[in-house]
């Protein structure tokens, strides 16, 4: 076979596969995506009444409806008014494809960071990381959605 | 130099789409969506159609420069492969939101006073793909023009 050929044949292959990377990813991350709502991934908030603690959770039940595994990382923090750390949590789940993963991340924030005792109200950003990541990590979408309070 | 009328059509067609199109657009459109897609995905969108329309243009005078020149020259390789590394370029546009140097990687950015919303989409693998396939289209002109203008064996004059 001449070297043209090979290559010209090549290139094909190859074009199709990367037509077939784009799509397989994209359904797999949007498909996900679209299965995020209020009813898989809820933000709890509890007050300690003895100590004055606040617990934040996240309980997340998301479902990968693509072809392919996804890794899906998910961080949150709160930052007071001086973009000081007050409280991190994060968790790594794999959800395989066409399954559903039921996981939760915590925070305990210490009551002298909600003065008021009114956490809504309280001064200081809320941020969360959304890391989704599929093809062996390779193809991915990350969302950093901050919100300020106070 | 041949005149090809397919290539000026073509090439009338892709200065209409991509150059006159998103030029005009501003204009055609309310100046409130321009201002609500730079807020709600933090994109100039009017210096997008400006990007745009000046790769309309390098792609209609690529079309035309194509279709005027004879494939077997040399001048005919050297705009296969600007084409090439032109259509390599538009990808890396189409993956980057508009921006080249991203090298794959979008990133969507709005929010208000109280909320930032940051979104970042990595297609670099889809950018490296389709480097690796530019190049291989690239190697097989070199190569097919190496073959078109090697004299043949048996043209040799017998001493």
């Known amino acids: ?94 959800v395989k494809a066409g399954e559903s993963e039921t996981f939760s991340v915590a925070l305990n924030i210490p009551a002298e960071f909600v003065p008021s005792g009114d956490l809504e109200n309280a001064k200081g950003t809320f941020q969360m990381e959304l890391r989704v990541r599929t093809l062996g990590d390779l193809v991915g979408l990350t969302q950093i959605m901050k919100i300020k309070g106070g | 130099m041949k005149v090809n009328v397919k290539s000026i059509i073509v090439a ?9 199109l998103p030029l005009a657009s501003p204009k055609l459109v309310a100046p409130e969506f321009f201002k609500a897609a730079s807020a709600i995905w933090g994109i100039d969108l ?20 194509n279709g005027m020149a004879e494939k077997s020259s040399k001048t005919g390789l050297i705009l296969s492969i600007t084409s090439k ?24 950015s709005g929010g208000s006073d109280n909320v930032s919303n940051i979104v970042t989409v990595d297609l670099r693998l889809i950018a490296l793909l389709a480097a690796v396939i530019v190049s291989l289209k690239i190697a097989n002109l070199i190569l097919e023009f190496r073959d078109r203008t090697s004299i043949p064996a048996q043209a040799l004059p017998k001493s």
């Open chain 2, 46 to 65: 009017v210096s997008l159609l400006n990007k745009v329309a000046v790769i309309g243009f390098i792609m209609a005078a690529l079309i035309l420069l």
């Open chain 2, 12 to 20: 009338a067609i892709a200065l209409i789409l991509f150059t006159i």
């Open chain 1, 1 to 94: 076979m001449k070297k043209t050929k090979v290559i010209g044949l090549s290139t094909r292959i190859l074009f199709i596969l990367t037509m077939l990377i784009v799509v397989i990813s994209f359904y797999s991350i949007i498909g996900f995506i679209s299965s995020i709502s209020g009813e898989t991934f809820k933000l709890n908030m509890d007050k300690n009444e003895s100590t004055g603690d606040w617990a934040l959770t996240l309980n997340a039940s998301p479902t990968n409806k693509g072809f392919l595994d996804l890794s899906l990382f998910i961080e949150l923090t709160l930052f007071d008014s001086n973009d000081q750390v007050i409280a991190r949590g994060s968790k790594h789940v794999l």
């Open chain 2, 85 to 108: 590394i032109f259509w390599f370029i538009v990808v890396l546009f189409i993956l980057g939101l508009g921006k080249i140097e991203n090298f794959g990687l979008a990133v969507l």
